[in-house]
């Protein structure tokens, strides 16, 4: 028997210029432990006036992906929840994926501990297989100045920290706000804020 790989998957990349880096505000933030590693405590800084020019990146390079994966509906990716994150010597991100969001994003505030991105093979069928180790794994440094954006039902994790400086990034959802579909063919569908 032999395999052929096939049908690889994409997470886009962009670098943020040199003066939205807001690691100074991230720091100061209010911590809450979560599993081995912390969140901020206000998970909406897309409101807050000291994120308020990356924020506005963040969408740019969402509208860069809608024209590139040609998403087809009227109106734009709105950012529904963002928080920051720091992992310390030892912690981890537990491998997770983000609900109710159809876009995800990662930007990196220090270089660290890279991200480790998995996804279920296609052959996996739950009802008549036992937990399956074959997985499509795949690891991104991260880099001070580095957004990801994938699909957010995209498994994604952490090792183990070793280093001795923390680990800072920031992650955010998405949703759309306009109208998907069309009234003819029955599937319309109007979000608003």
Same mark, same amino acid.
């Given at each position: 028997?032999?395999?052929?790989?096939?049908? $690889?998957?994409? /997470? @886009?990349?962009?670098?943020? $210029?040199?003066? @939205?880096?807001?690691?100074?505000?991230?720091?100061?933030?209010? =911590?809450?432990?979560?599993?081995?590693?912390?969140?901020?405590?206000?998970?909406?800084?897309?409101?807050? %006036?000291?994120?308020? %020019?990356?924020?506005? =990146?963040?969408?740019?390079?969402?509208?860069?992906?809608? &024209?590139?994966?040609?998403?087809?509906?009227?109106?734009?990716?709105?950012? +529904?929840?963002? =928080?920051?994150?720091? +992992?310390?010597? &030892?912690?981890?991100?537990?491998?997770?994926?983000?609900?109710?969001?159809? @876009?995800?994003? /990662?930007?990196?505030?220090? %270089?660290?501990?890279?991200?480790?991105?998995?996804? $279920?093979?296609? =052959?996996?069928?739950? @009802?008549?297989?036992?937990?399956?180790?074959?997985?499509?794994?795949?690891? /991104?440094?991260?880099?001070?100045?580095?957004?990801?954006?994938?699909?957010?039902?995209?498994?994604?994790?952490?090792?183990?920290?070793?280093?001795?400086?923390?680990?800072?990034?920031?992650?955010?959802?998405?949703?759309?706000? &306009?109208? /998907?579909?069309?009234v003819p063919s029955l599937d319309y569908v109007s979000i608003n804020k």
């Amino acid at each position: 028997m032999n395999k052929i790989d096939v049908c $690889p998957q994409q /997470i @886009l990349s962009f670098n943020a $210029p040199q003066e @939205l880096n807001v690691l100074q505000h991230v720091v100061n933030e209010e =911590w809450q432990r979560n599993d081995s590693n912390y969140y901020s405590v206000d998970t909406f800084l897309h409101k807050r %006036d000291e994120y308020k %020019d990356l924020c506005r =990146w963040f969408i740019e390079c969402l509208q860069q992906v809608r &024209g590139y994966k040609r998403y087809m509906f009227n109106g734009k990716f709105i950012i +529904t929840q963002c =928080w920051a994150n720091k +992992t310390t010597t &030892g912690g981890s991100h537990h491998v997770h994926n983000h609900p109710n969001s159809i @876009l995800s994003g /990662i930007f990196y505030l220090t %270089d660290s501990t890279p991200t480790r991105f998995t996804a $279920p093979l296609t =052959w996996d069928v739950p @009802l008549i297989q036992t937990l399956n180790d074959e997985q499509t794994t795949s690891t /991104i440094q991260s880099e001070c100045g580095k957004l990801l954006i994938f699909p957010s039902t995209l498994l994604h994790g952490t090792d183990r920290m070793i280093n001795d400086e923390p680990r800072y990034s920031m992650s955010f959802n998405t949703f759309i706000e &306009g109208e /998907i579909g069309d009234v003819p063919s029955l599937d319309y569908v109007s979000i608003n804020k």
